[in-house]
T-cell receptor
Framework: KNQVEQSPQSLIILEGKNCTLQCNYTVSPFSNLRWYKQDTGRGPVSLTI?????NTKSNGRYTATLDADTKQSSLHITASQLSDSASYICVVRVSNDYKLSFGAGTTVTVRA | NAGVTQTPKFQVLKTGQSMTLQCAQDMNHNSMYWYRQDPGMGLRLIYY???????DKGEVPNGYNVSRLNKREFSLRLESAAPSQTSVYFCASRAPPPLNIQYFGAGTRLSVL
């Protein structure tokens, strides 16, 4: 069964600090990996999409990395802001299939 | 830019009652999806529609039915609600290749008592 595991389940950081979220997957065959941000009470919003050949992709203060060999991805948040408080969801797509496998998410709380 | 619009935002039902969750998108996307999100779990696909007039079961279709009314609208119906269907329901539409990004609505929070 295709699975996506995220860690930690939650974390609290101080405003201005950096943090890194982890995603391990067993999805095969792999097509691409996405990170979504979900604010409380809202739907998920896409942050990055990475294909097999991409190792790093940035979107502002968010940087995603992908190691397709070890089936691991990370999302690094630089200089966190209060608005970064949200759930971050790792999503993997299987090749030739538009269905997605979702991780349970990491809840990030940024405190002043 | 409305994107994906879901109604209602909140609903409380009694066991056995029926209701329809509405979803509409204004991005001219062919593919639309219904997911449920439960605490500690990733989103799970209930049904999806690759194009107007077609629907297919996802991972957890039992207890649900869908209708792809036209290209814009994709509704989810609970014929006889059960407490196990208490969840947050999200509708999404997918941009065509090469983008393939799914755009989500704000969700419907459903409680079945």
């Amino acid at each position: 069964k295709n699975q996506v595991e995220q860690s930690p389940q939650s974390l609290i950081i101080l405003e201005g600090k950096n943090c890194t979220l982890q995603c391990n997957y067993t999805v095969s065959p792999f097509s691409n990996l996405r990170w979504y941000k979900q604010d409380t009470g809202r739907g998920p919003v896409s942050l990055t999409i990475m294909t097999f050949s991409e190792n790093t992709k940035s979107n502002g203060r968010y940087t995603a990395t992908l190691d397709a060999d070890t089936k691991q991805s990370s999302l690094h948040i630089t200089a966190s802001q209060l608005s970064d408080s949200a759930s971050y969801i790792c999503v993997v797509r299987v090749s030739n299939d538009y269905k997605l496998s979702f991780g349970a998410g990491t809840t990030v709380t940024v405190r002043a | 830019n409305a994107g994906v619009t879901q109604t209602p935002k909140f609903q409380v039902l009694k066991t056995g009652q029926s209701m329809t969750l509405q979803c509409a998108q204004d991005m001219n996307h062919n593919s639309m999806y219904w997911y449920r999100q439960d605490p500690g779990m990733g989103l799970r696909l209930i049904y999806y529609s690759a194009s107007e007039g077609t629907t297919d079961k996802g991972e957890v279709p039992n207890g649900y039915n869908v209708s792809r009314l036209n290209k814009r609208e994709f509704s989810l119906r609970l014929e006889s609600a059960a407490p196990s269907q208490t969840s947050v329901y999200f509708c999404a539409s997918r941009a065509p290749p090469p983008l393939n990004i799914q755009y989500f609505g704000a969700g419907t929070r459903l409680s079945v008592l």
